[in-house]
């Protein structure tokens, strides 16, 4: 009876065995799956459980008990909200996210735009801030306690206590108005040249540069001063290394999984967190065209927005936990 | 020079009127001959429009959902666009807000106003290079008025009982007769495409100024100059882009940089730092919306008319000008319709604060206690501000108001027209028949103030269907005074539509139809360079 329990089992464990790093890899990823398939059965059942109608929104004074049953048969309303569902994630897996109720346009086009916008600026704003936030942060490190250390922390603790629309509404003030050296609005278009777009993307890329720079800098600081105080970093000094050669070769790698991990945390933040960035700055991203559906209550935008969010938000995280695993081999084996 | 004559002077220069209709429309306003003549002469010259440039409006409202189809626009931003590639039937004089020609060339109403026939202009093409004829018109109509089409305009068009052709001619039969029928016809949506839009309604081809040369909902619109336009007096920059603003500090900044030449919706509150910037003109037109304080005729105690005409003497008028609009308005006169509306019944006397009055109609009502008055952020902009104001006023005239804040949530299906007292706001309607049929007739819906007047219902349907204009000026007064003596409503005001340009921007129309110079902007503007 117990003989094709362990055959089947068999294979698994010596798989297990000679790929340790990249079974646990995939064990990752299917639990991410699985946690994003949780997800669309929250953000579904949420949609569905908000009050108000799209139809009587959408219709407003003209909304006649006629007119509103149409729209409703229309977008299949009447239908159970089971084999609703069931469709709308087949589709959704296969990149269909339906059409728009408001527009009637394909949402996954509008979505692949809008999408495609918003990484393009985080994406900048990623480039620029990473490198700054952990050369700083090692800068920091390096002269810790000193005048370089205060100046560079009071300046990023001084740009994230501010609220993000504030300095926006600052860069916006002199670079634009006062001094009209910067591009604004950033809107950004179809058939907009590269340099065209980079201008245009200057003053918001600066704002999530200076939002996100203080938490990542400070986190590196920390992560590398503990390694710093532990012993093999006093034998590296003990054996004659530079102070910067010490902290590059010895003290970063080690500090690594921490600053992965907030790094991943404000990457996804850069992708799903910067609506008011885009609404203050007139720039056409994800989060303006979900905001903008959900006030008229546009749920198949709202529902594919809500689940590329939180797509792109798992699947950073877990590339934090992987890059963490494999940079730090403790990590693979659980105690 | 008055706001007609300047108009007058700017349709001139604009290369809309000949100098025999301008001498003869200036002179009708009032002017004399030699000041007439020196008019015309000055502002063929001095203001002749430039043409060409690139004309950049940050407007508010756009939304990604945004339909390209004329039918389902909602949104400000969607309201420009459409004027700029379409035309309707019929349009409105900025000033006088009297239906004039656009692609109906003429109409003729039959004598109780029931059946009408529009003779369609001749020689027009859309831009796909189509020429117009009575066939589009109709199926344009028709497409609207099928309730699967969810036009905006089906209200209106819900009156229209037939529509068919009589030769090169449209004719409509209503259900019954309304006088007011071509004013109904200038509605935004009922913009006139190829066969009625039935083969795209997305198409967004019509006969309008621009062409559509791109479009991105919620984000941008691009048009080009529609070299065919059937008329030379509107289009006069080359290519317009509309982007969507809808944070009015980014509206402001652009603005101010000169990234923009022209946005809408300036925040009252802000108006006056926006004003310090040398190259901006902040632009204000009067408009129908109006601030509400609206109590119900036959709920306890305001089926009392002496408390009603106490409250409504209690209410400090120029004060909530001044403080709740930042002078952004005018003051209301307890009746739903100003001097934007065509047969405006004027010389009524405007009723001011007076705390005597108040007081002896207080007394006279023989009302003890407490008023209760309902309000909320969401009734209008400073809206519990307004109420603490009128709850100051009142108590000058010895009449106690308290003051309950509602939440927003649920305040328009819990608070109004529910309670018998609280605050609330109108937009306007394109006629007087429709602002009153809407909230003043005994069965209305939204008869928000509880006023069920026999007289008042039938006066209303009489106005409708009658062609005198003089009459039926008559019958407006009558049921103006009406509401503003026995009604129960309070309107404090009415609030403007306040827009700003750079100083660029010449020939700007204040058109009292609605916000945006009617929503014109783009096609009746030129740029100074």
């Given at each position: ?59 407003g004074q ?21 084999s ?8 959704a ?21 809008r ?11 990623a ?25 560079i922390?009071?300046i990023s603790l ?8 504030f ?21 950004v ?8 777009r ?22 590196t ?21 530079s ?22 945390l ?7 967190g ?25 749920m ?5 927005c809500g689940?590329?969010?939180a ?25 | ?6 108009y ?5 220069t ?9 001498m ?15 008019l ?6 001095a203001?002749?429009?430039?043409k ?13 959902t945004?339909?390209k ?10 309201f ?9 039937l ?17 109409w ?8 009408w ?31 699967k ?5 089906l ?28 004013l109904?016809l ?18 967004m ?8 040369a ?12 529609n ?14 882009e509309?982007?969507?603003m ?9 603005l101010?940089?000169g ?70 308005g ?19 006397e ?16 023989g ?10 952020e969401?009734?209008?902009?400073g ?34 027209n ?20 809407t ?28 062609l005198?204009?003089?009459k ?7 049921m ?7 009604g ?20 700007y ?9 009617n ?5 009746r ?5």
């Amino acid at each position: 009876m117990s003989n094709p329990v362990e055959t089947e089992s068999l294979p698994d464990q010596r798989f297990r065995e000679r790929f340790p790093l990249l079974a646990l890899l995939i064990e990752r990823m299917l639990l991410s799956l699985l946690l994003l398939v949780a997800v669309s059965v929250l953000i579904f059942g949420g949609v569905e459980a908000l009050p108000g109608d799209f139809a009587t929104t959408y219709l407003g004074q003209s909304a006649t008990p006629q007119a509103v049953a149409n729209i409703r048969a229309e977008l299949g309303l009447d239908r159970p909200v089971v084999s609703r569902y069931f469709e709308w994630l087949a589709g959704a897996f296969q990149g269909d996210f339906g059409t728009s109720w408001a527009s009637r346009n394909s949402v996954s086009e509008q979505v692949g735009n809008r999408l495609g916008n918003s990484l393009f600026l985080a994406g900048f704003a990623a480039v620029i801030s990473v490198p700054l936030a952990v050369g700083l942060g090692m800068l920091s490190v390096h002269f810790r306690n000193r005048m370089p250390d205060k100046i560079i922390n009071v300046i990023s603790l001084a740009a994230i206590s501010l609220p993000e629309f504030f300095i926006g509404y600052l860069l916006i003030l002199y670079f634009a108005v006062n001094f009209g050296v910067a591009t604004f609005p950033a809107t950004v278009y179809e058939g907009m040249g590269f340099i065209e777009r980079l201008k245009a993307i200057a003053l918001p890329t600066a704002t999530l540069v200076l939002v996100v720079l203080a938490h990542m800098m400070r986190m590196t600081r920390a992560a590398i001063l503990s390694v710093m105080s532990s012993a093999y970093m006093e034998t590296a000094e003990l054996k004659g290394l530079s102070a910067f050669r010490a902290i590059v070769k010895h003290a970063a790698p080690n500090a690594l999984a921490p600053i992965i991990n907030v790094v991943a945390l404000n990457l996804a933040y850069l992708v799903v967190g910067v609506v008011v960035v885009e609404v203050v700055f007139v720039y056409p991203g994800m989060g303006q065209y979900m905001v903008d559906a959900v006030t008229v209550r546009d749920m198949p935008v709202v529902q594919a927005c809500g689940l590329i969010f939180a797509a792109v938000y798992i699947f950073l995280n877990m590339l934090a936990d992987i890059l963490a695993i494999v940079a730090n081999p403790r990590l693979r084996h659980p105690r | 020079m008055n706001d007609f004559t300047k108009y007058l002077a700017g349709r001139v220069t604009a290369g809309g009127m000949n100098r025999r209709e301008f001498m003869g429309r200036a002179m009708a306003a009032g002017l004399t001959l030699t000041a007439a003549s020196q008019l015309f002469a000055t502002s063929a010259e001095a203001q002749t429009p430039k043409k060409g440039g690139h004309l950049k409006l940050g407007l508010e409202g756009a939304a990604a959902t945004d339909s390209k189809d004329p039918a389902k626009a909602l949104s400000q931003f969607m309201f420009v666009v459409g004027r700029c590639w379409g035309d309707m039937l019929v349009e409105s004089e900025p000033l006088t807000g009297k239906p004039v020609p656009a692609l109906a060339e003429s109409w003729e109403p039959s004598e109780d106003a029931v059946t009408w026939t529009f003779k369609i202009r001749s020689g027009v093409k859309f831009q796909n290079g189509k020429t117009l004829t009575v066939d589009d018109v109709i199926a344009t109509l028709k497409r609207h008025t099928d309730e699967k089409a969810e036009s905006g305009a089906l209200g209106v068009m819900k009156s229209i009982k037939d529509i068919k052709a009589d030769g090169g001619n449209l004719v409509l039969t209503l259900t019954e007769g309304n006088a007011d029928l071509p004013l109904l016809l200038t509605d935004y949506h009922l913009i006139i495409q190829p066969n009625g839009g039935t083969d795209d309604p997305n198409a967004m081809i019509g006969t309008g100024p621009y062409k559509v040369a791109s479009f991105e909902p919620g984000v941008r619109a691009t048009f080009e100059k529609n070299k065919d336009d059937w008329r030379s007096d509107r289009g006069f920059v080359d290519s317009v882009e509309i982007i969507a603003m809808n944070d009015a500090t980014a509206r402001i900044a652009a603005l101010s940089s000169g990234q923009v030449h022209y946005i809408n919706r300036v925040d009252p509150k802000t108006v006056a730092l926006l004003k310090r910037a040398p190259t901006v003109e902040v632009l204000s037109t009067s408009g129908r919306g109006h601030y509400v304080f609206i109590m119900h005729c036959d709920k306890a105690p305001f089926d009392n008319n002496d408390l009603r005409l106490a409250l409504k003497y209690a209410m400090d008028r120029e004060g909530m000008v001044k403080t709740v609009l930042g002078g952004y308005g005018k003051v209301g006169n307890d009746f739903p319709i100003n001097s934007t509306y065509a047969l405006f019944p004027e010389g009524i006397e405007q009723r001011a604060y007076d705390p005597d009055k108040a007081a002896f109609h207080y007394k006279k009502s023989g009302h003890s206690g407490s008023v209760l008055l309902r309000t909320s952020e969401v009734a209008f902009p400073g809206a519990v501000d307004a109420a603490v104001l009128y709850q100051q006023s009142a108590k000058k005239a010895g009449i106690n108001v308290e003051v309950k804040r509602e939440p927003g949530d649920g305040y328009w299906t819990n608070v109004w027209n529910v309670q018998p007292f609280s605050t609330s706001y109108w937009g306007g309607r394109p006629t007087q028949d429709q602002m009153y049929s809407t909230a003043y007739l005994s069965t209305a819906d939204w008869n928000d103030t509880r006023f069920k007047r026999p007289d008042f219902d039938k006066l209303l349907l009489e106005a409708r269907s009658e062609l005198d204009e003089t009459k039926r000026k008559d019958m407006y007064r009558t049921m103006a005074m009406t509401v503003r003596d026995e009604g129960g409503l309070i309107l404090p005001m009415f609030n403007d539509f306040v827009n700003a340009a750079s100083k660029k921007v010449k020939g700007y129309v204040h058109d009292i139809g609605n916000d945006m110079s009617n929503g014109y902007v783009a096609t009746r503007v030129w740029l100074d360079a």
